[in-house]
């Protein structure tokens, strides 16, 4: 298995809403990628965690190797809402940038989160299936919030997303997230890379910083 330690940084002690930062280390802590996010104001403010976004990605050296993007769609962004086309949510995947080599959709239903990864030619090549709770907050640290990873025949577990209890401080005053992606060694590098486009996508659906009330 590789181990990505994925860390999410935000700023969450005004009303103002920020662009996302995020910092991808290799299970030896070294840094592989930062991530910024691009997107307006207004929809940060307003439309929180179904913002249209567009993430680039680079590596050590500033170059930007993978983008990622998501369009704005009108939704609660429930477990549900996968069944309108509507309200679908998606994250394309491209690298280098302006080539598409694959993305991650969220799939209707009734109790758990879904997603379906596929490759540049829409196959279905991986899906994730979420917790039945999902938790999150100061107080969220007896849940596990495990996404499985399955192979194509939907049955056999070849991996998972896993966000980290970060302590009751940080999980009380910051917007701090930590995630674990674990995916097989010899798994395709463009599908690794979807992959990491599905930690985003469950990041900003289930987990995103909502503004407090002043």
């Known amino acids: 298995m590789v181990n990505y330690s994925f860390f999410l940084h935000f700023e969450a002690l005004t009303g103002y809403q920020p662009t996302s930062k995020f910092s991808i280390f290799n299970r030896n802590g070294e840094l592989l990628f930062n991530a910024n996010e691009d997107s307006t104001c207004c929809q940060r403010c307003w439309c929180t965690n179904s913002r249209e976004f567009t993430l680039y990605i680079r590596d050590t050296a500033d170059n930007e190797v993978i983008r990622m993007s998501r369009a704005l769609k009108c939704c609660c962004v429930c477990c549900w809402c996968g069944d309108c086309e509507s309200c679908k949510q998606e994250i394309i995947v491209e ?31 991986m899906g994730i299936i979420g917790p039945r709770c999902i938790c999150d907050g100061d107080c969220s640290c007896c849940c596990d919030n495990e996404f499985a990873i399955y192979g194509n025949d939907g049955i056999t577990k070849i991996g998972g997303i896993r966000k980290k209890y970060a302590g009751f401080i940080s999980e009380a005053f910051t917007s701090a997230d ?25 990041e900003f659906m289930c987990f995103v910083y909502k503004p407090r009330n002043n």
């Open 95 to 125: 690298s280098p940038p302006s080539t598409i080599i694959g993305s991650v959709t969220h799939e209707g239903s009734r109790c758990r989160m879904r997603y379906t990864l596929r490759d540049a030619n829409r196959t279905n090549v």
């Open 178 to 202: 930590s995630f674990t992606l674990e995916v097989p060694m010899d798994l395709d590098a463009k599908m690794k890379a979807v992959a990491l486009g599905a930690v985003f996508l469950i």
